[in-house]
């Protein structure tokens, strides 16, 4: 039950930073940091997990 648990948990965050990244890329289509605020959402989602 926990690897069932463990594997969900990381597809639910392989959804969710997709999303995030996508919405982040949506709100700052022109800044060119574009690419690092993303990673570091998607690095901070990581760890929170």
């Known amino acids: 039950m926990?690897?069932?648990r463990s594997s969900i948990d990381r597809i639910i965050a392989v959804i969710v930073?997709?999303?995030l990244e996508?919405?982040?890329r949506?709100?700052?289509e022109?800044?060119?940091e574009t690419?690092?605020?993303t990673q570091e959402a998607v690095n901070l989602l990581v760890?929170?997990?």
């Open 30 to 32: 022109k800044v060119d």
């Open 47 to 49: 760890k929170s997990q």
């Open 17 to 19: 930073s997709a999303n």
């Open 22 to 24: 996508k919405c982040v």
């Open 2 to 4: 926990a690897a069932i």
């Open 26 to 28: 949506k709100q700052f």
């Open 35 to 37: 690419d690092h605020l």
